[in-house]
């Protein structure tokens, strides 16, 4: 497949999984703003009826407290009488009234009274103004008492209202509203605008002084406060404030779209899925890439030696060379340099699958890192002086013991110092610096060259499974790209680390850590 359309398709189904995870995400936050305005206005619904249902409930006291009491001190006269003092005769019930002002100012009087006989015959609720029999002046009566009652009791009214007005204004707050009442009020209005969370209610004066909280009071959730003006007629110095706040309102506002929640984190799964298995695929294609390229260059390095050899087999067949044992001794060494060659080649790549298999044994030993990088330095004196260079070292390390397999570790030593040939400057002669020193308990080794040196964008993969640093031309890198990474590999199993510094056009230098042993 090409690159081209795995991007596309990664962009088209990367733009899904975002849009269907944004559409998402915006109507949790729609239903979570419409639930918070259903919530306030059912909140501020319930807080405005219960201050109305104080305000009633202070003027249905202030009502039936003064209305008695006006209605007392009006009461001038009661009296009961017979017209023959008998049981079965007239029974009459005679009340005076009278309402008079603060200046004693008379508003209006009248004279009640009931009439009836001991079998019913008359109504009882006849009211007359005078003893008259006929049904004209009966009539002309009635309507005077019920023009009389009206002027009376709008008279009561009156002086109530002035109460009201003037006299409860003037009362303290917690005189005038009943706590636990007006709680009471709150949580019945609540749960009909069906809200049923718990609260907590302050109430203050207009000035901000509170005189009233509840008893398990907290500042959870007071950031969403809702308050209502209780005696809102009243002057402004006279009113008070209700405030109300939810300790769980966040909870109770996304209870709504908790359904949701599930749906969003399986869409978040399934776009880190995506974009892992995006980066798996391209992963996985730069892997094949590397594999191909990997096959071509494994083919073209195992058909010098293969050629060799053919070679050599067709020329002990002539007979002329047979006769000759200069030509058989070349042949001989010829037939060996190139098998131990190709045996190299299939070890090194046998060696790795080994590795990604974890079927390793090592047989550690103690051995000295000083002496083993004398011997290293002497091994390659020769390849490094036909560049024109030389090979330095500085034994520094005091304490140079170190368990190794012994075999696995030269491999490593011996392969950095490879590189350090195979990646010289070709028209430089090179040199290589070969130090060993103690930090703490740790024995360090530095291979330094004055090669080529290595791009700072390849310093992060130098050490990946199949990569080489190319040079320009596609088959001038030599190897598979497995030196380095088994180099990495070992020093990781024997508890050490390598670290790497270049400065292309330079040189490079690879640093080994490795534990040592105390004595």
Not at 236 to 258: E, M, Q
Not at 454 to 470: A, G, P
Not at 472 to 501: C, Q, S, T
Request: charged share 25%; proline share 2%.
């Amino acid at each position: 497949m090409k690159q081209s359309t795995i991007w596309t398709i990664a962009a088209i189904m990367g733009f899904s999984f975002l849009a269907l995870l944004f559409l998402q995400l915006s109507y949790i936050e729609e239903m979570a703003k419409m639930k918070k305005e259903q919530f306030d206005e059912s909140v501020n619904r319930s807080l405005y009826q219960a201050a109305r249902n104080l305000e009633l409930n202070e003027t249905m006291r202030y009502l039936e407290k003064d209305v008695n009491a006006t209605e007392r001190r009006a009461f001038k006269q009661d009296s009961i009488m017979t017209s023959s003092g008998k049981l079965n005769d007239v029974i009459q019930h005679s009340h005076l009234y009278s309402v008079t002002g603060n200046d004693g100012e008379v508003y209006t009087s009248f004279q009640l009274k009931a009439i009836k006989t001991k079998p019913s015959t008359i109504p009882k609720g006849m009211i007359l103004r005078s003893d008259k029999n006929t049904i004209s002046e009966a009539s002309r009566s009635m309507q005077e008492i019920v023009r009389n009652r009206y002027i009376y009791q709008k008279a009561l009214l009156d002086e109530v209202v002035y109460n009201i007005l003037y006299t409860a204004g003037d009362r303290p707050l917690k005189e005038r509203v009943n706590f636990k009442v007006l709680d009471q009020d709150i949580r019945a209005e609540l749960l009909n605008n069906g809200i049923s969370i718990p609260y907590h209610v302050t109430v203050s004066t207009a000035d901000g002084r509170e005189v009233f909280r509840c008893s398990d009071y907290t500042d959870d959730g007071n950031d969403h406060m809702y308050s209502q003006v209780l005696f809102r007629k009243d002057p402004s110095s006279k009113k008070g404030i209700v405030r109300i706040h939810f300790p769980d309102i966040n909870s109770y506002i996304y209870s709504s779209v908790r359904f949701m929640i599930p749906s969003v984190v399986f869409t978040i799964i399934l776009l880190l899925t995506f974009v892992f298995t995006i980066v798996v695929i391209f992963r996985q294609k730069r892997y094949t890439e590397i594999k191909n390229d990997f096959i071509n260059n494994m083919t073209h390095e195992l058909k010098t030696p293969i050629a060799s050899l053919s070679l050599a087999a067709q020329m002990l067949n002539d007979e002329s060379v047979s006769k000759s044992p200069s030509m058989m001794n070349h042949l001989g060494k010829v037939i060996n340099d190139e098998s131990k060659r190709l045996r190299f080649l299939v070890e090194k790549v046998l060696q790795m699958s080994m590795f990604d298999k974890n079927k390793v044994v090592f047989k550690e030993k103690e051995i000295d890192l000083n002496e083993l990088v004398e011997n290293t330095a002497t091994s390659f004196s020769l390849r490094v002086e036909h560049t024109g260079g030389k090979i330095y070292t500085e034994i520094e390390a005091v304490d140079s013991a170190i368990y190794v397999d012994e075999m696995h570790f030269q491999n490593v030593v011996f392969n950095l110092m490879d590189n350090a040939v195979k990646y010289r400057n070709p028209d430089a002669p090179l040199d290589v610096y070969m130090r060993t020193w103690n930090e703490g308990d740790r024995v360090m080794l530095s291979i330094r060259d004055t090669g080529m040196g290595i791009k700072r964008e390849n310093l992060k993969k130098i050490f990946d499974k199949f990569y080489r640093v190319h040079t320009g031309n596609r088959h001038d890198a030599k190897g598979f790209g497995l030196g380095l990474a088994y180099v990495k590999k070992i020093v990781n199993l024997h508890k050490g680390e390598i670290y790497v510094e270049s400065d292309y056009g330079k040189g490079t230098e690879f640093v080994i850590s490795l534990p040592v042993i105390k004595n």
